[in-house]
């Protein structure tokens, strides 16, 4: 029975999201706003926090199955260093760190805008625990904004996975965010990624609206 009115208020949601868009109507979706943080891999945690080590979690986060743990790390680059970054989780397969370009200038490096999870060569960090140190060359980015959508969500509304889109937020430094990923997967939950630097330049908090205004085109 629960599962029967879980499905039925989704259809309720996706075709109210379709004739609003039919109808003008603002479709608003939430923000979340990342600040600085490591994903590590279980090898990398090991060396970090020690044999066997089992990461805490601390809170869970908006996407299904993520979370943030307890442990923090530091990160040391060629100018400088940022103790106390969040660890998120699951562990990933290979580890990552994404920062901001503001954090990029306080360690000292230019970190790519790519999209999250992607393996590709970048400036190199060390990462500091408290039971060891690792260097990173190939996972240290400045995430690219995107939209997390499921697939029924993301076909009501004729967005496919890799398509970039345009999103406005509202208020006194109210932007139009041009260049937003649309990431499509089952186990999603529709939510607006931007970093630190982003949601102030903007004047965003965390879980505010923001407005798809459109603009779609596949890729760049």
Known sequence: MAQAIDEEVL???????????????????????????????QPDI??????????????????????????????VGP?????GVRVLGPPREFTQVEISLTDGHSLGINPPILE???????????????RGAITCS?????????LHMTPVQAASLGI?????????SHGDRG???????VRVRD????????DVDEARAGNIKNGEFVELIGGITDGY
Not at 47 to 74: D, I, N, S, W
Not at 138 to 146: D, E, K, S
Not at 188 to 193: G, I, M, R, S, V
Request: charged residues 20%.
């Open 79 to 83: 100018k400088g260093a940022i103790p």
């Open 175 to 181: 932007l139009v965010f041009n260049n937003v990923k």
């Open 11 to 41: 259809t309720g949601v996706i075709v109210k999201a379709i004739l609003d868009a039919q109808q003008g109507k603002k479709l608003l979706i939430p923000v979340g706003v990342s600040n600085r943080h490591v994903h590590l891999s």
């Open 46 to 75: 090991e060396t970090l926090f020690g044999p066997g080590y089992q990461m805490r979690v601390l809170k869970a986060l908006g996407q299904p199955g993520h979370c943030a743990y307890e442990e923090t790390v530091t990160l």
């Open 160 to 168: 496919k996975d890799g398509d970039m889109v345009s999103i406005r």
């Open 116 to 130: 999250s999870g992607l393996r590709s060569p970048t400036p190199t960090l060390s990462i500091v625990g408290p």
């Open 138 to 146: 190939q996972g240290v980015i400045c995430a690219l904004r995107h």
């Open 187 to 194: 186990d999603f939950a529709t939510e607006f990624h931007i």
